[in-house]
């Protein structure tokens, strides 16, 4: 029988495997330290990283403001209005000769707000009644249901363009609307988490001993369902940014006095703005999708390090 | 000789790199597979017998490969070595599915659920064997009624999921045969299944083996499993083949420590309440963290300074075992 | 064996029927019929197995013992100190007193613990409940559970993935006896073990049972185990006995036809004990259509007319001396 020796060329992954190999046969892999799983799965996914990065970067400069800037966001100099970049104002002034660049790190506070806000909100209600009712089901469990099926069918840009009419337009109302409207995805999204869990032994044991249902619902079941809440939550800021960005863009959102990255693209609805004073809504532009991408990278990075079924 | 023996493996490495870690699932394993006969592998869970047959399949995950050793197919065409192929070529693809055919565990799983059954013989037959769509149809029908289906030409356009455990293995079982495979790889097929239905699985693999003289392959931890089903016997553990042999030789012989605390473990139907069990003490080492030398020595009771290096593969007549003590073994027994 | 024989679980005629619903009023279509009237005493001390393939309905029969499923009818007397209790119809309060008596080891080693919490975290939460107040108490009573079941103390810190298979389901028993119950139903406590393992943890089980004077009820479908370690079995089919007799009877003096298949049925680790397999045609029947008559008529070898058309009742014969209970019409005739 003649032995084929085939020459294989060694790809980079033959190679990656060499490397390893040659490491644990020597025994320095042995004494590792445990590196959490899922923070080396994380560090090696480039966009996740890229995210954090930017994401940080973009934190500082909005909450850490006045280090970056002199001027106040309200300080109207009509005199200095609609100037371009220049050395006095980095991105130039608006109509009311406020700077531009003042005003997107001061609004930038109040749509990270909004937005982290509505998202750890319409959390906070939308899994504690997913929690219960996916744990209890039956009669409860139906009625939120058709509850939620029903916030969720309804077109939510006018769902929350009636209630701003309605309730009136202020931070704080903002806040409960974009709440009101956002915890039924929440809500399902934890039911179903429960609904699996419900069947793993360790509950029936808790059952057999006899112990409380909201004990085992979220004491114990809970902790185990967090891993796709999280990254739901960090996914939900990017859309509630870009709702609040849309409805003050079209002036229904935060009031007009309060700077915002959405009413600052509002001036954007004048054409010869639109042609002629690239810098009102420009930057601004990029800056609101350089943070929406970032925050998605990042709940991308999360769902793709903590899935089990990715190898690593 | 050679006419026998239809698949060999020698040596056989295979390492996983999962985790930032080398995994040395099988660290060196041979044996050989042959017609007509079934060859039972049969060790605990981590042993690296599922390993060594999806290493034969060339079905290894991405961060996997096969080291070291050759797997050597005889062919009718001639001797090809599977480990040299490349993994979907082919050549590969052509080999897998018609000539080593492989069942899995969990019926429910390894079918399709959106296909018919009948879609899916049809497709493995379409694949390897040039066939009209009239004729294909045919000869499915026709397997599932020779591996026990009632009502075949109605089953054959149903979906799994209207298909009980036993009979989606069935359906399995056509699907592997249907290209009439010269080995036929099961891993663990029974273990998911009701024991009057593992009966008459069994029942059905004994007949085709027979009929159509395929050397089988059965991967199992129940020692009952080969009694009853092996001609030959190869026991694992922890990534190393520990003894080869007839199951005469092994079962009533056993010369490996490991085989014999094995056996000494499992309570026999039949024996009664008074039978004596002994678990095995200690418990199975970590990958990461071997013993030196033999993977059993920690637990072993004819354990010696010797064993500090890896025992060599002794055989007699045709009974191979890797323990420098087999003669005190067999002098206890 | 067992010296005076006190009834400590008396089920009569119990029936777990699940409905099948269907359509948007949900309109109850037919049942699904997993325990169909069963009726045995378990005494004090003994270990019943309860075997059976699937779909038998021994699972559903363990946890409504435990009331984790609510069973449709029938009743289950239970000794509380000299008092038989109906298990089915104890207020709360009652209710509460008998979890401390009744408690359950499952099966799958990678479930049975809550991957969140540390072994202390998850065994304290009964003690809790159970009114042991201060934290140092309940240390001390986990850490001596952990030393009967062969494990260390300070593994109590640890979380449940640092542990194998093996120590799981010693960390399960651990759990289901922090209570201090007198019947345990161990539903398939050892069948997702390896081999070895097995017997460890049957070896461990067999040596608290005698310390603590406990009762089992071993639910699986491996025969062999359940040979080794009960006194009495119980093979169900459809949610019905088939047969009840002490473990050499029922091996020595095989009545009911289903037994004699599913003991020829299993592989023997014994190349002296080949005995011809009665195979049995068609696949487990699904316990929502149940066939008429004897449950097993359609699948049976030595089925006569009677069979398709009455229900065999669960009949006491002798043996050795001994109880030995089958259903089966043939047996009747002799």
Redesign the interface.
């Known amino acids: 029988?003649e032995?084929?020796v085939?020459y294989?060329r060694k790809t980079k992954?033959?190679k990656?495997?060499d490397k390893?190999?040659v490491?644990?046969?020597s025994g320095a892999?042995?004494n590792q330290k445990k590196v959490n799983?899922y923070l080396?799965k994380f560090k090696n996914n480039k966009l996740a990283v890229a995210g954090v990065i930017v994401f940080i970067i973009i934190l500082i400069l909005c909450f850490a403001a006045p280090l970056f800037t002199k001027y106040d966001p309200g300080a109207i100099d009509v005199l200095n209005r609609l100037q371009e970049p220049s050395k006095s104002h980095i991105l130039g002034t608006d109509k009311l000769g406020r700077d531009v660049f003042t005003r997107i790190l001061y609004g930038g506070r109040v749509s990270i707000v909004v937005g982290l806000g509505s998202a750890l909100g319409a959390a906070a209600i939308g899994v504690s009644l997913g929690c219960y009712a996916g744990y209890k089901g039956g009669f409860l469990d139906n009625v939120i249901m058709r509850i939620s099926e029903l916030m969720m069918s309804f077109p939510r840009i006018i769902l929350v363009l009636l209630l701003v009419t309605i309730v009136g337009q202020s931070l704080n109302n903002l806040l409960i609307i974009f709440i009101c409207t956002g915890w039924a995805s929440m809500y399902r999204m934890a039911r179903a988490q429960m609904l699996s869990l419900r069947e793993?032994?360790?509950v029936?044991?808790?059952?057999?001993?006899?112990?409380n249902d909201f004990?085992i619902a979220f004491k114990?079941m809970l902790?185990?369902a967090l891993g796709p809440i999280a990254v739901n939550i960090t996914l939900s800021t990017a859309m509630f940014i870009l709702q609040e960005t849309s409805l003050s863009y079209l002036g229904l959102g935060v009031p007009l006095d309060i700077s915002t990255w959405g009413n600052i693209l509002n001036a954007a609805q004048d054409l010869r703005i639109l042609r002629e004073c690239y810098w009102m809504w420009l930057p601004v532009g990029i800056i609101i999708s350089l943070f929406v991408l970032s925050v998605n990278f990042i709940g991308d990075g999360l769902r793709d390090s903590t899935d089990p079924t990715q190898?690593? | 000789m050679k006419n026998d023996v239809v698949l060999s493996v020698k040596n056989l490495k295979t390492?996983f790199?999962?985790?930032?870690?080398?995994n040395k699932a099988v660290n060196g394993v041979s044996f050989d597979i042959k017609r007509g006969k079934t060859l039972c592998i049969v060790g605990e869970s981590g042993c690296g017998k599922s390993v060594t047959a999806t290493s034969i399949m060339r079905l290894l995950?991405?961060?996997s490969?096969i080291?070291e050793g050759e797997i050597?197919y005889h062919s009718s065409k001639g001797?090809i070595?599977l480990d040299?192929l490349k993994k979907n070529g082919k050549e590969m693809r052509q080999i897998r599915g018609s000539e080593i055919a492989m069942i899995f565990q969990d019926p429910m799983t390894s079918l399709n659920p959106v296909y018919t059954v009948g879609f899916q013989v049809i497709e493995n037959l379409k694949n390897h064997r040039k066939m009209s769509k009239k004729a294909a149809k045919s000869e499915a029908i026709r397997l599932l009624k020779d591996m026990g289906i009632p009502l075949p030409e109605q089953r054959v356009d149903e979906y799994p999921h209207q298909y009980s455990g036993g009979m989606r293995q069935r359906a399995m079982i056509a699907m592997a045969m249907s290209c009439n495979p010269k080995v036929l790889i099961a891993d663990e097929p029974t273990t998911a299944l009701d024991v009057t239905i593992q009966a008459q699985i069994f029942e059905l693999m004994d007949k085709l083996k027979k009929e159509n003289d395929t050397a089988v392959m059965m991967i199992t931890h129940d020692m009952g499993v080969v009694a009853e089903m092996a001609d030959d016997v190869a026991v694992m553990y922890m990534g190393n083949v520990v003894e080869t042999g007839s199951v005469d030789q092994v079962l009533r012989k056993p010369s490996h420590p490991y085989t014999r605390a094995l056996l000494e473990s499992i309570p026999v139907l039949g024996r009664g309440k008074n039978q004596v069990i002994e678990p095995i003490r200690g418990v199975t080492p970590d990958p990461?963290?071997r013993p030196e030398g033999c993977q059993f020595g920690p637990r072993c009771d004819y354990y010696c300074d010797k064993c500090k290096t890896m025992p060599d593969e002794i055989t007699i007549d045709g009974h191979m075992v890797r323990c420098w003590n087999y003669k005190e073994v067999l002098k206890d027994a | 064996m067992l010296k005076e024989k006190q009834v400590l679980l008396s089920l009569r005629d119990v029936k777990t029927h699940f409905p099948i619903k269907k359509g948007i009023i949900k309109r109850v279509v037919g049942h699904v019929k997993a325990v169909d009237g069963v009726t045995i005493n378990i005494y004090r001390g003994e270990t019943i197995g309860l075997v059976g393939e699937s779909g038998c309905g021994k699972t559903t029969l363990g946890?409504s013992i435990?009331q984790?499923v609510d069973s449709s009818s029938g009743e289950m007397y239970y000794d509380f100190d000299g008092e038989m209790k109906d298990l089915t119809k104890l207020s709360n309060a009652e209710?509460?007193a008998a979890?401390k008596k009744?408690?359950?080891v499952?099966?799958?080693p990678h479930?049975?613990?809550?991957?969140?919490?540390t072994i202390f975290g998850?065994l304290q939460?009964?003690l809790k409940?159970f009114g042991v107040k201060s934290k140092a108490e309940r240390e001390k009573i986990i850490g001596d559970l952990l030393e009967a079941v062969n494990l260390r103390r300070e593994y109590m810190y640890r979380y449940p993935h640092e542990f194998s298979g093996g120590q799981r389901q010693r960390i399960?028993i651990a759990?289901a006896l922090c209570?201090n119950p007198e019947l345990i139903v161990c539903d398939e406590a050892v069948s997702a073990l390896d081999v070895s393992i097995q017997a460890q943890v049957l070896n461990l089980m067999q040596k608290i049972k005698e310390e603590r004077n406990l009762t089992y009820i071993f639910i699986t479908h491996d025969l062999s185990v359940v040979e080794y370690i009960s006194d009495r079995i119980a093979v169900m089919y459809l949610g019905r006995i088939v047969e009840l007799a002490y473990s050499e009877d029922l091996y020595a003096n095989t009545k009911h036809p289903y037994t004699r298949a599913l003991l020829s049925a299993i592989p023997v680790a014994d190349l002296d004990k080949k005995s011809k397999r009665i195979i049995l045609e068609g696949d487990v029947p699904s316990p929502v259509n149940p066939p008429s008559g004897c449950p097993f008529h359609p699948r049976c070898p030595e089925a006569i007319e009677k069979c398709k058309m009455d229900v065999p009742k669960l009949v006491e014969y002798t043996t050795n001396g001994r109880t030995h209970y089958a259903s089966c019409h043939l047996l009747e005739c002799k």
């Open positions: 029988m032995k084929s085939v294989k992954l033959d990656k495997m390893l190999r490491l644990e046969e892999l042995k799983r080396r793993e032994e360790y029936q044991a808790l059952k057999a001993f006899g112990i004990v114990h902790p185990n190898q690593g | 390492f790199y999962t985790n930032q870690r080398c995950p991405k961060l490969r080291e050597v001797d070595r040299t990461f963290d | 946890k435990l984790l209710m509460n979890r009744l408690q359950i499952f099966q799958d479930s049975s613990l809550n991957p969140s919490f998850s939460e009964p409940k399960g759990r209570v």
